[in-house]
């Protein structure tokens, strides 16, 4: 059976035929349709969305213990946040097979930063795999839960933006049981305590040695010879982009990328005139070679910045002069192209929160979601974005130092809150901080495609839960000052910062309205503009509405007045109250003279 | 196709159905015997940003992703758009472009960024084969501003090595059942629609 697979639904179908048992998650582009295709299509494995990466981890290292094989995935940051379990899991081994994907975002299409994970498994000295395909990524996720038991090992799987969302044919296989283990006490293995740890460290530095003798031998590390004096080295999406643009050198491609296979890449080295090594992002096969004492060259021709592509591949071959020439470019680019960024939606709930922070001109620490967007033109609301959760912890450093005259203020949402964003509001109380922190509550992980999180009041698996109340477990924290406005209703939204942030000790204000995509479209009775009485002030263009569009009349400085799309306009009303002529109304109550 | 391979990179707007385009091409190529490639990027894109797709059909495909410049079908849904992406187009290149213009509120807002003036006319004049096609309007016509990438994908159909009746059994399994009479006729539109009967 044949079927058309993103490298994402690869990694799933590869869990089910590795006879996984577990796996857990929490969303991050571009891994979350991992765990999403195992819940709609491989239903008898038990998946789930946890709070955060760290404990998705942890679930997966007590299943591991407990005997199953468990898949954990997440996005590269993500594995920032479960470094901790995954160091010391490294020391103890598994039970069942444990395979963690990291799905790393060169070029930043949907991230806050471009790090390279593979560092991530040297760090550890785990085992990685790096697939370069849909095929391959799903073959891999087998060899992994192998290598996982083989070397009682976590095992690294390194995908990347895009392997896991491009589509390949895939040839799918019968699924397999897995291991029939069971949990067995064994604290000197599993309890890491110093004197349990330091033997297990020991079992490490031996597990390596034996991986550098298997990484020489797996068909994983396979030669392409073309008959050429050229040797290319490379892996991951880099290796496609070189086969297309230079398909007669001979190749050596890396699918066991840590440890690196030495002494097969000096054979080939040998046997060589000249080897260059393609590697997206940095130099991590370059820098062990050299370090080994191999002469190959790569980063000074690719750069370690973005995405490579067969284009910019193709540019590097030719500056190292193994390549005489690149297809021509035909047509001039255009020049002067106006940007088009992500903008929040048409009714976004945000949008209110938004409004009333930039017009109060606060420092307004930001968080990661859709609402990070406020940080663009021509809201300009958003001082900060660096992690998940980091909008409170900053905002209680900024304001302890005064950084800001007009005060401090944090957004954040609530599926990021769950996250990472408790931990730092028990710092606000503690600390008694006079930050004030906004939780946009739209009930959904909405910018990575409206997730079930804690709060939602069900399971990734589409099972009822407990729905985690903001207001009691803000109040149970110790918040004394706590609020709910409707973020539609901007003058009380508006209100309540100024009233908060005037108070001493941290504020909560939840903005709560749920998403106007999911888990339903909200679609009110849109509204219209009345061009007699629109003055084309703009002030309804400021407000980054995608509904709200340039008419093609103008006042009498010629400055375009506004029209509303109404398949757009979900009748959410902010812009109807902010007009200052009154010339937003309700489609219905529109008269046409 | 030319050397056995074609490379269709698809533009547009977040929402206007790039995806689900890809998708009918990519499965079609599939099951008509070619080794297929596709890609696209998921996420901050979902929100009103540009998304493009790139469709890689051949014998053996090795990039997921078309090399710049070497696209030898370009279909866009938004004008603008078609615009921004023609170099990625060979010089001999079909653009198949939809007058639809989405002016984002960046613009709106802005006294120095502008849309531009003629789109489409400005693609005629750097390329010699460019198909417009008043999509959005057909569309109205039809009673579903939704079927524009549908129009698209039946210009296409005179351009793609696969047969007429595949091209209908993809948009019956990948439409949802109650637009799945609107999408057939948007297709027949579309396919009515070729490089001869648009510069006659």
Redesign the interface.
């Known amino acids: 059976m044949?079927e058309?697979l993103s490298g994402n639904e690869a990694v799933a179908r590869g869990a089910y035929e590795a006879g996984v048992r577990l796996a857990a998650s929490y969303p991050g582009?571009?891994s979350t349709e991992i765990l999403e295709t195992l819940a709609a299509q491989y239903r008898s494995i038990y998946s789930q969305w946890s709070p955060n990466e760290k404990v998705a981890f942890e679930v997966a290292i007590g299943a591991s213990i407990g005997g199953a094989r468990a898949l954990v995935t997440m996005k590269h940051v993500g594995l920032n946040v479960a470094a901790d379990p995954f160091m010391t899991f490294a020391y103890t081994g598994v039970n069942g097979g444990l395979v963690v994907v990291s799905a790393d975002d060169p070029e930043m299409?949907?991230s806050q930063n471009e790090q390279d994970n593979r560092f991530y498994a040297r760090f550890a000295q785990v085992p990685m795999l790096e697939p370069s395909?849909s095929q391959e990524s799903k073959d891999m996720v087998l060899t992994a839960f192998e290598l996982s038991e083989t070397f009682d090992t976590p095992v690294m799987l390194r995908m990347s933006?895009?392997i896991s969302?491009?589509?390949?044919?895939v040839e799918l296989s019968e699924p397999n049981s897995g291991p029939d283990k069971k949990f067995v006490k064994d604290p000197a293995k599993y309890v890491m305590i110093p004197a349990n740890a330091r033997k297990r460290h020991v079992v490490v530095a031996e597990r390596l040695e034996k991986l550098r003798q298997f990484t020489e031998e797996t068909p994983l590390n396979f030669v392409e010879e073309n008959g050429s004096k050229i040797g290319i080295i490379s892996g991951g999406?880099a290796y496609?982009?070189a086969?297309?643009?230079a398909?007669d050198f001979d190749y050596l491609k890396l699918g066991m990328s840590y440890p690196l296979p030495l002494k097969k890449i000096a054979e080939f080295i040998k046997s060589h005139d000249r080897v260059v090594v393609v590697e997206e992002l940095e130099p991590f096969y370059e820098d062990q070679i050299k370090a080994a004492g191999f002469p190959v060259e790569g980063k000074k021709y690719f750069g370690n910045l973005g995405e490579l592509?067969?284009?910019r591949v193709?540019q590097g071959l030719k500056e190292a002069g193994v390549i005489d020439e690149i297809?021509?470019?035909?047509?001039?680019?255009?020049p002067d192209?106006?940007?088009?960024?992500?903008?929040?939606?048409p009714g976004c709930p945000h949008r209110g929160a938004f409004m009333a922070l930039k017009k109060l001109k606060v420092a307004v620490t930001g968080d990661i979601g859709?609402y990070t967007?406020g940080v663009?033109?021509?809201l300009n609301a958003l001082d900060t974005c660096i992690c998940m959760g980091a909008s409170i912890g900053s905002a209680i450093g900024m304001e302890k130092v005064k950084g800001s005259k007009k005060g401090t203020v944090a957004v954040i949402g609530d599926s990021t809150f769950l996250h990472s964003g408790v931990t730092g509001l028990m710092d606000a109380v503690y600390n008694n901080s006079n930050a004030t922190i906004i939780i946009l509550d739209n009930r959904a992980t909405a910018?990575?495609?409206g997730q079930q999180h804690p709060g939602t009041g069900l399971t990734l698996m589409g099972d009822k839960a407990y729905e985690i109340d903001i207001k009691t477990l803000v109040t149970a924290l110790g918040v004394k000052n706590f609020r709910e406005v409707d973020p539609y209703d901007y003058n009380t939204t508006l209100d309540a910062i100024k009233e908060e942030m005037a108070k001493p000790g941290p504020s909560v204000i939840v903005a709560s309205r749920p998403c106007v995509l999911m888990p339903k479209r909200i679609m009110d009775e849109p509204y219209v503009v009345d061009l007699e009485l629109c003055n084309g002030c703009?002030a309804c263009?400021?407000i980054?509405?995608?509904a709200?569009?340039?008419s093609t009349e103008t006042n009498e400085h010629g400055h375009p007045k506004a029209e509303i799309d109404t398949?757009l306009c979900t009748g959410c009303t902010l812009c109807a109250q902010i007009c200052p002529t009154e010339a937003i109304i309700l489609k219905s109550q529109f008269v046409e003279v | 196709m030319t050397d056995e391979s074609l490379n269709i990179l698809i533009v547009g707007v977040g929402g206007q159905g790039v995806l689900l385009a890809s998708e009918i091409i990519s499965e079609a190529a599939m099951k008509s015997g070619y080794d297929i490639k596709k890609s696209e990027v998921h996420g901050m894109s979902q929100r009103g940003g540009i998304v493009s797709s790139h469709v890689k059909i051949a014998p053996k495909v090795y990039s997921p992703t078309i090399q710049y410049g070497q696209a030898d079908v370009l279909m866009a849904f938004e004008q603008a758009e078609g615009l921004r992406a023609l170099d990625w187009m060979k010089s001999d290149g079909v653009a198949i472009v939809s007058t639809t213009m989405l002016i984002p509120a960046i613009v709106t807002s802005s006294k120095k960024l502008t849309y531009p003036e003629d789109a489409v006319g400005e693609m005629k004049r750097k390329a010699e084969r460019v198909i417009i096609v008043p999509a959005d309007k057909i569309a109205a016509e039809l009673g579903n501003p939704r079927v524009v990438n549908t129009i698209l994908l039946g210009v296409l159909s005179n351009y793609a090595p696969f047969e007429y009746d595949l091209w209908i059994e993809m948009l019956k399994t990948k439409v949802k059942a109650r637009f799945v009479e609107v999408n057939l006729q948007a297709f027949e539109r579309g396919r009515n629609i070729k490089l001869s009967s648009v510069e006659a």
């Open positions: 044949r058309l582009t571009p299409h949907s395909d933006t895009r969302h491009s589509k390949g044919i999406v496609q982009y086969k297309e643009v398909p592509s067969p284009y193709a297809k021509a470019v035909a047509i001039a680019p255009e192209m106006f940007p088009r960024p992500p903008v929040l939606c859709c967007l663009l033109q021509p910018m990575t495609g703009s263009f400021r980054s509405c995608p709200i569009a340039t398949t």
